[in-house]
């Protein structure tokens, strides 16, 4: 059963803790969507789970291989979709896939079928022979989620998933996360409360680095007498 | 091992794709020509050797190879797709080498490719050929330790800029450091022991050596030694500094 397992997770910088003592668990067919506002930990917290930053405290366990001293196994049940899309800009979409391939130890046809399915699923058929830096905000977004998805990862965590992509790009993404959810952990960061009661099966408000709300969008939608999430959000983290 | 080689194919293809490998390689073809034949006096030193050639590598290398490395980690971390590679599965030695010998690699290609001086000595003369063949491989790891400095100064900052002028400073003092002139300085006061560390420590002292001919398996182990320290730093900064 694959699971993502986050103990007592605790970053500070310096005199400053952008995440403070976080433990949550989230399995297999969950698509845990992490809230809260600008600076309250949730990259920071991806960060973590992912291997990128080492923990003050904690750790986190993905399908049972330790972040910290399992980093290559847990690393390889992962997909991630850092902030901001990063890729290597003079690479087109096409090389970079098959890079990133090589690295998750795809070979030869296995390869080149993957690579060529996931273009498909994101709609990067028309730009798979463009260098990156000329693509546009949505594209270079899809071309970081085809990275994240290609080796069919156990546990995918996205950081802002939908951020620059117009309306329809938004809801193919959704429809692509809903189609993988059964048999996967997804953790997406968002700031846009329409995505939580779209994808989401459960929800975690963090503000200040803890979490202030934790349960289904209904159930957190219940805590607001006009049963808003927005007035949740509002209540919980201001 | 197969983690280190995508890594290097990838870096490697990285030059070719963007105009840096061929105005590297064009720039650092055409300083050696003008040093070689300019400044070094080729015709005029009537002999068939390419000393005038590679004397003024280490001086060539002082500004191309920061050049060269100042982009090696820095860009990654502007771009943020150092945030990418580490957390792919693969480790923070594999990533440093793979890069590190792409760009010496490339910096091997642009050195193979002056061999148009070797077939002119050779035309003109009968050169010692093994002797060019040690001046080459001296050379060669020359340009590897330079790299293995850079490349370690780019982990430490997001700037570009800044990584090439530091770059180049700690390129120079490990240059001066054999140079008469800075000796004599020290011969004054201190020991003969010291004199001879600091002197030790130079590039000039080992490559020299090389350029003659000598391959001595002391200057061997310097500049392995000095590309192993660099790159261990490496790998030590960017655990350090990853996510600032």
């Known amino acids: 059963m694959n699971s993502v397992e986050i103990s007592h997770l605790r970053k500070d910088f310096g005199r400053f803790t952008a995440v403070a003592d976080l433990s949550f668990t989230v399995k297999q067919g969950e698509v845990l969507g992490f809230l809260g506002p600008n600076g309250a930990g949730k990259s920071t917290t991806m960060k973590m789970i992912t291997g990128f930053l080492t923990p003050t405290a904690g750790t986190a366990k993905i399908c049972g291989f330790d972040i910290l001293s399992q980093p290559i196994d847990a690393k390889k049940k992962i997909g991630y979709l850092p902030e901001g899309a990063p890729a290597y800009p003079d690479m087109n979409p096409e090389d970079f896939l098959n890079f990133i391939a090589e690295i998750r130890g795809l070979q030869g046809d296995i390869k080149r079928k993957r690579v060529r399915e996931v273009i498909e699923k994101v709609n990067l058929g028309n730009v798979a022979h463009q260098s990156i830096d000329t693509l546009s905000k949505g594209y270079k977004r899809r071309v970081g989620l085809a990275q994240a998805i290609l080796h069919d990862p156990d546990v995918l965590i996205l950081d802002e998933p939908t951020d620059g992509l117009d309306p329809n790009q938004k809801h193919e993404v959704r429809t692509l996360i809903k189609n993988m959810a059964k048999e996967k952990v997804i953790i997406l960061s968002t700031h846009i409360l329409e995505e939580v009661n779209a994808v989401c099966t459960r929800a975690i408000i963090i503000a200040n680095g803890k979490i202030v709300a934790d349960g289904t969008p209904e159930q957190l939608e219940a805590k607001s007498p006009q049963k808003r999430l927005d007035d949740v959000f509002r209540s919980m983290t201001m | ?244």
Request: net charge neutral.
């Open chain 2, 1 to 244: 091992m197969d983690n280190i080689n995508i890594i290097f194919k990838r870096e490697l293809n990285g030059y070719f794709s963007t105009p840096i490998a061929y105005v590297f390689i064009v720039i650092f073809l055409l300083l050696s020509g003008v040093f070689t034949f300019h400044l070094g006096g080729f015709f005029g030193r009537g002999q068939a050797d390419l000393q005038a050639f590679f004397t003024f590598h280490p001086w060539l290398y002082l500004f191309l190879i920061p050049a060269l490395s100042m982009r090696l980690w820095a860009e990654e971390r502007k771009s943020g797709s150092i945030e990418l590679i580490l957390t792919l599965p693969i480790s923070i030695t594999d990533a440093v080498l793979g890069k590190f010998l792409a760009a010496w690699a490339f910096t091997g290609i642009a050195l193979a490719l002056t061999f148009p001086m070797w077939i002119t000595v050779n035309y003109l003369g009968s050169p010692d050929n093994m002797v060019i063949v040690a001046g080459y491989i001296g050379s060669l790891l020359m340009a590897g330790g330079f790299l293995a400095m850079g490349s370690s100064i780019s982990a430490l900052t997001k700037n570009q800029v800044i990584a090439f002028i530091i770059s180049v400073v700690v390129c120079l003092m490990f240059i001066l450091s054999g140079l008469p002139m800075v000796l004599d300085f020290f011969n004054g006061w201190a020991s003969q022991t010291i004199v001879d560390v600091i002197s030790s420590f130079s590039f000039l002292t080992h490559f020299n050596a090389m350029s003659k001919g000598v391959i001595d398996l002391r200057d061997l182990v310097y500049f392995i030694s000095l590309m192993a320290f660099w790159l261990f730093a490496n790998i030590v900064f960017i655990e350090m500094k990853k996510a600032d």
